[in-house]
């Protein structure tokens, strides 16, 4: 198993991102896929879930309305479109696969700052 998160930066308050996380090494199309982030000092916290055929997404409070979670299965990537960032966005953004454990990319550092 192998995801190779990209897309992260540095943006101001109110811009978008887009970050990009591109799996392999299992069948894709059969697992749900999950974004999650992580600050300096604190836990890794889940931001978006987005089910094995996209057809169900679900997000953390702190992103509801500004965050979208999608996936290509043709393609085995999932996505996360950050749209009115804020800098309590600014954190390491990993992609997650769960199966008999949990599977991580390397993480893509966002910060949002002026």
């Known amino acids: 198993v192998q995801l190779v998160e990209s897309g992260g930066g540095l943006v101001q308050p109110g811009g978008s991102l887009r970050l990009s996380c591109a799996a392999s090494?299992?069948?894709?199309?059969?697992?749900?896929m999950r974004w999650y982030r992580q600050s300096p000092g604190n836990e890794r916290e889940w931001v978006a879930t987005?089910?094995?055929?996209?057809?169900?997404?679900n997000y953390a409070d702190s992103v509801k309305d500004r965050f979208t979670i999608s996936r290509d299965n043709a393609k085995k990537t999932v996505a996360l479109q950050m749209n009115r960032l804020k800098p309590e966005d600014t954190a390491v953004y990993y992609c997650?696969?769960?199966?008999?454990?949990?599977?991580w990319g390397q993480g893509t550092q966002v910060t949002v700052s002026s």
């Open positions: 987005i089910t094995s055929n996209g057809g169900l997404t």
């Open positions: 090494g299992f069948t894709f199309s059969s697992y749900a």
């Open positions: 997650n696969a769960r199966m008999w454990t949990d599977y």
